[in-house]
């Protein structure tokens, strides 16, 4: 796809490390919403993203309208796309996110690992275009 890049071993190991993850979705209009502050986890070299509230969390339906935006975390600062990914990964995911989260307690990292927190699961791609 025109625009799409790869992310670098550095960006995905400082990301990958980072705790949290600042997250603005592109508006319609191309303009960012506010940010939003979420876990991130990486499964070999991608980085996913999963709202514990659900589909029917603001940021999470924020990253639907265009599919863009831009995240923070690590020291990274980078545009990116949002895409849909392979669920045969979920199971994955989740010892990604107990196995780096785990230390919070299991009343929180088990709201990222529900069937609808799974549902919203985002893979974040890198873009070489601005938002």
Known sequence: MFGMATWTR???DKIGKADELEITALRRDGTLRKPVII???RYED??????GYGRGAAW?????????????AGGIDKNVAFEDVDHALDE?????YHRKYGRYGAQYVD????PEARSTTIKLVPRTTSP
């Open 92 to 96: 994955l995911i989740d010892a990604v």
């Open 39 to 41: 876990w991130v986890v």
């Open 60 to 72: 999470f339906r924020g990253t639907q309208v265009r599919r863009e935006g831009h995240i923070k």
């Open 111 to 114: 709201m990222v690992v529900t």
């Open 10 to 12: 550095d960006e995905l």
């Open 46 to 51: 991608d980085l996913y993203v999963r709202s």
